[in-house]
Every structure is written in structure tokens, then in C-alpha cells.
């Protein structure tokens, strides 16, 4: 008898296990637990990196990012139970220069047109200090490019990936990442629809199409470290830059307080950059497995 007992209690705590198991293991729970992480991280060290001056801040930032990537790659490991190819040693280099490219592309030919038509002058900030203003614009951009882009294409996309394919989890994160602006300086429906389909979809693309969140990284990083430079508003963040600039004719042109991603211009290169990347992710059958 006593054995017996011994076996059902046993096999009640393996079935209580079982289940604790599944639910760690659930894509929107491992998710929803990678999210809180990855914040909590970016809450404690984010005021440490905005008091700290100079090239501290830059240290402080580097460090933010690299707890952020352990934190994801535990919850992946862990919980998740899955490999983590899309944070690859091999070739990382190379992908984040790619993608840094990449944005700086993008970035520089939606400001030459937007001041072709007339819609943005800059005059050098002659009382700028330069390297203030690289080291604060390196900053913002690096932490916001590694922090964004583990949740959004690693957790956020990866789950919904799982349970219901790559189509959806590229609408679900993109509509989700201009929503997640909605609170910005400037910030209007229209933008939050432009941001989703010029930041949302194109960096979505981008990882399909590389593999990896390097090059979605080096992407964002230097599409943002470009408009802080430039002295233009990042997703209504305005930031002193090495320019100041003054914006002339219709939001629609120019963004308005919004900044760069309010504007049509980058809306429309953006999707000339995403259809090829898409392309070539489905031409190349480098989807996700799970692809549907």
C-alpha cells in the first residue's frame, strides 16, 4: 500500500510538473516574461546612463544592451527551449555594419528629398559640442536599437510567429510598434500608421530577410543616430544635434513635431527597400520554419 501511495504521489507531482512546464513553455508566456526583463533592465540602468556624463553614459549604455541580450537569451534557452541563431556570433560583425549602412541609406536619401521639395533647411549649430552630441546621439540610438528590436523581432515576433505563422506576427508586430509611439511628442494616428509600415515592416522585412538581429540592430541604430545628429526630431524625441533645423510647408512632408518618420517620404522608400527584402527572404526560403 505504502508503495503504491508513494507511485500516485509521485506521479501527481510529475503531472503538476508537466503542466508548470507547459505554461513556462507557452510562446505568450515566455514572451510576456522576456518583455518584463528586458524593461526592468532598461528601467534600472536608463536613469544611471542619463545622469552619467560622457563617455560613461556610452560604457553604461554598452552594458544596458548587454544585459538585455543575456535576459533574452536565458528566457530563449530556458523557457522558450529553443536555439537563439538569430544572435549568432558568427558574421555579427558584419550583419550590424550591413544593416548600419542600410539605415544610413535610407535615412540620408529620405532627408535629400524631403529638402528638395522644401520641406527642411539646416543651418550648422555653431554653440554644438560636437562630441556631446555624437556620444548622446550614439547613446540614445544604440539602447533603443537593442532594447526595441529584442522585443519586437525576438520575443514579440517569435511567439506570435509560433502560434500563428509569419504573415501575422509581421502585421501583428509592425501595427504594434507604430501603437507603442502613440504617446510621442507629435504623435498622430497618421504617424502611427507611417511608423508601422516604415519602421514595422521594414525592420521585420530586414530580419526575414537576414536572419538575424544584428543587421535589424545596426538598421535602427544608425537610422536613429542620423536624425539625432542631423538635429531631426527621433519618433518626437527632440535632442540638440550638430544642425538646426528649420521645417517649412505640410506635416505630411515634413513630419512636424513627429519628426522624419511623420512623413510620407520615408513611408515610400521604406516600402521600395521592404517588397525586394521580402522577396528575397521568400525567394531564398529563409523563413521561419513554422512559416504558414
Known sequence: MKKRSAHKEHSQMDEKLSKWNLFWHFPIIWMIAGTIGIILVDALIRPLVEQAPGLVSLLLTLTLGFLAIMVYMLIMKYLARRSIPELSRKGAGVEAVMGALTGLIFIA?????????????????????????????????????IVEELIFRGLVFQAINKLL??????????????????????????????LSLEAGLLLGAAYLWRRNLWFVMGLHFSWNALEGLLGIPVS????????????????????????LEGSVVPVIISLLISIPMLYGAIRNRNLPPNFT
Open 236 to 259: 518626437g524625441h527632440s535632442s540638440a544635434g550638430l544642425f538646426i533645423v528649420k521645417v517649412h510647408g505640410p506635416s505630411l512632408l515634413t513630419g512636424g513635431d513627429f519628426g
Open 109 to 145: 536619401l529620405s532627408t535629400i528629398i524631403i529638402v528638395l521639395l522644401g520641406g527642411y533647411t539646416f543651418q550648422w549649430a555653431n554653440d554644438a559640442d560636437t562630441v556631446t552630441v555624437l556620444i548622446v546621439s550614439i547613446e540614445a540610438a544604440l539602447g533603443a536599437a
Open 165 to 194: 505563422g509569419t504573415w501575422t506576427g509581421l502585421a501583428v508586430t509592425s501595427l504594434f510598434f507604430g501603437i507603442a509611439h502613440l504617446g510621442n511628442t507629435g504623435s498622430t494616428l497618421w504617424s502611427a500608421f507611417a
